[in-house]
């Protein structure tokens, strides 16, 4: 069976809207609700620059990440490209570094409100002061008040 028809907006990577993320580069894919209302759900695509690294964090709601290219050391172990990580809501995990090469991934969120980490140590070593970061993923996602 041949499909006819075609609904979906096809996105490059090189394409997408990227923004600085404290050295690295995000973009935002907003997932669109039922009825044609632009819903919560989104997915942000990240490109990692080497060496990049984030605190152990959580976020409010569950989430999940895919390695399209690159690894990212998460805790005590690696992940590369085809891994899959699910991460419960509140789940706290990291710190999170990528490799000598950078990585890039997508990260699956049902609640884009929810995706601004709560880093769980303040003090820890990472890529940039946390509260910049945080900050910078509000503005990413529309989310400054």
Do not use: Q
Request: glycine share 12%; with cysteine; proline share 7%.
């Amino acid at each position: 069976m041949v499909l006819e028809r075609y609904s979906g907006i096809l996105k490059k990577w090189d394409d997408l809207e990227w923004e600085d993320f404290i050295g690295s580069k995000a973009a935002v894919l907003e997932i669109e609700g039922g009825g044609g209302a632009t819903g919560d759900a989104c997915v942000l695509a990240i490109e990692y620059a080497p060496d990049f690294e984030i605190a152990t964090h959580h976020h409010y709601c569950g989430h999940i990440e895919v390695i399209l290219e690159g690894e990212l050391k998460v805790g005590d172990h690696w992940e590369r490209a085809g891994d899959i990580r699910v991460i419960p809501a509140n789940g706290s995990y990291g710190p999170v570094k990528s490799g000598p090469n950078g990585a890039k991934g997508l990260e699956f969120f049902p609640d884009k409100k929810a995706i601004p980490p709560t880093v769980d140590d303040p003090d820890a070593p990472v890529t940039g002061d946390p509260k910049v970061l945080r900050d910078r993923l509000r503005k990413l996602l529309g989310l400054d008040d």
